[in-house]
């Protein structure tokens, strides 16, 4: 041995260091499993494939190009792009555009529309009720997008494709029942009768619970319900507040296509 160079005998691990270090190796180990199996399901949620619309009435094109958008902000969620799924296929199967997007059915209905646009509202009439459904899931859409959030913005995406349902005549009807045993009710409860009564049973006769979709639906039929909120409490709820700014934003747009006028609206 040289006499620049000092003897280092190895240092012994102590046992509790040994330990750890075994009970690293298995934990990373397990990790390594769970990280397989989570890769292995996310491939399997990739390759879903969009399920295909259909309805009495021929689809739209533009509603297509929209719920294939919306696919791609959802597809982790397979049971949320098949209740998009349904509710589409209801524009169509209820016959959305022989319906005014504007019902008086109770004073919520107009309110918020009359404080926009003051006695002007009433030109929105002019607007079927599936245009401009499509319009409020467009912009639920973009808005989604332009957070960098978008899928975690799912269940209030679907609150702006639902939020109208209860102004469509026949689903009102269907739901009311004819004479209206259920009483005249403002468009956002029909909508949210619509979810419970026709659409959420259909979603629950495919999916079962083990998805533990309901505490989701639940709160979709929260956000559709109170999407013209009456309350500072409500109107700080953040899914109820992104259905409201999709809404007024396509409204807005709306107004200024009717009137030909490039004018922002405060």
Do not use: C
Not at 140 to 164: T, V
Not at 169 to 186: E, F, H, L, P
Not at 197 to 206: G, T
């Amino acid at each position: 041995m040289k006499d620049s160079q000092e003897f280092k005998p190895y240092k012994i691990l102590p046992i509790k260091t040994v330990e750890q270090l075994v009970a690293s190796y298995h934990v990373a180990e397990i990790i390594k499993e769970i990280r397989d199996e989570i890769l292995k399901e996310e491939e399997e949620v990739i390759s879903f494939e969009i399920p295909k619309l259909e309805a009495e009435a021929k689809i739209s094109q533009r509603a297509i190009d929209l719920y294939e958008k919306a696919f791609n902000i959802m597809k982790f969620k397979p049971s949320y792009v098949f209740i998009a799924k349904l509710g589409i296929e209801d524009i169509y199967n209820f016959d959305f555009k022989n319906d005014p997007s504007v019902t008086t059915s109770g004073s919520a209905d107009t309110a918020h529309l009359q404080k926009m646009f003051s006695t002007r509202f009433t030109d929105l009439s002019k607007i079927d009720l599936e245009t401009h459904t499509l319009n409020v899931f467009e912009e639920a859409l973009n808005q989604a997008e332009k957070s960098g959030r978008a899928s975690s913005m799912s269940i209030a995406i679907l609150g702006a494709l639902f939020h109208d349902f209860g102004k469509s005549t026949k689903i009102r009807s269907t739901v009311m029942g004819s004479g209206m045993q259920r009483g005249v009710k403002a468009h956002a409860e029909v909508s949210s009768l619509y979810l419970q009564d026709l659409l959420l049973p259909k979603v629950y006769n495919v999916i079962d619970d083990s998805y533990n979709l309901t505490e989701s639906t639940d709160r979709l039929v929260y956000i559709v319900k109170n999407h013209h909120p009456a309350s500072a409490k409500v109107k700080e709820d953040l899914e109820v507040d992104f259905v409201v700014k999709a809404d007024h934003n396509a409204r807005k747009n709306e107004m200024t296509e009717i009137r030909g006028v490039n004018k922002k609206w405060n």
